[in-house]
């Protein structure tokens, strides 16, 4: 099927920078949608920046401006460079993605999210 490993979380001071990086493998013959969420303790989780499947880049408000989701199609890889943090941007970071995959000689739908990825923003 699909596996996504998630990497590049940890703990940044206030005003600095993480690079989290979603590798998606498996028998994968499209990646239609995908993107970062986050849930910090107590909160439900919530998109943070996401290539849709119409083609769109989506980025919730309170990344605007900070945050910026790039891919590395042939990678089958997305990448999440995070600047000016926040303590409130401190959540586990999860990758999802969505898309076709090859079961035996039929293509399948997945929707699968990554382990997570801790980011704590902290002086």
């Known amino acids: 099927q699909v596996q996504l490993v998630e990497s590049g979380g940890g703990l940044v001071q206030p005003g600095g920078s993480l690079r989290l990086s979603c590798v998606a493998s498996g028998s994968i013959v499209s990646v239609n949608a995908m993107g970062w969420y986050r849930q910090a303790p107590g909160k439900e989780r919530d998109v943070v920046a996401m290539?849709?499947?119409?083609?769109?880049?989506n980025y919730a408000d309170s990344v605007k401006g900070r945050f910026t989701i790039s891919r590395d199609n042939a990678k089958n890889t997305v990448y999440l460079q995070m600047n000016s943090l926040k303590p409130e941007d401190t959540a586990v970071y999860y990758c999802n993605a969505a898309g076709y995959y090859r079961d035996g000689y039929l293509p399948r739908w997945y929707d699968y999210w990554g382990q997570g990825t801790q980011v704590t923003v902290s002086s």
């Open positions: 290539f849709t499947s119409g083609g769109s880049t």
